[in-house]
């Protein structure tokens, strides 16, 4: 992966997509997770502040790095655990039926057919 990816568009898209009127959205869309969460494109955490307290642990998967580093107040600030599992979207390392819900937000654009 080169700097853009791993770099600069992280960074980009954390500005964008944090900008208000994706909160609603966000909400609704978190609104019924329970147990165990997987998230492809977890990026920068902006889907952290919406887990409902019925979430016991996510299991998160992004290919940039720097998206860590911008999610660490988010994640630090909640009480659900946050697991960093992979880096690719297209191999994921759970077992079937091991997780209750699978969140992904604005990323399938970001996916190579």
Known sequence: MGIYQDQILPRV?????????????RARVSAGLHGEVLEI???SGLN???????????????????GRKLAAKRVAAS????EYIGLDGQVLPVDSASVD???????????KP
């Open 41 to 43: 494109g977890f990026g």
């Open 79 to 82: 009480p659900i655990p946050v």
């Open 48 to 66: 952290v502040p919406h887990y409902p307290s019925a979430v016991t642990r996510v299991r998160a998967v992004d290919p940039a790095t720097a």
């Open 13 to 25: 898209t954390d500005a964008v997509l944090s900008r208000r009127e994706f909160t609603p959205i």
């Open 101 to 111: 819900h699978v969140l992904t937000t604005w990323t399938l654009c970001t996916i």
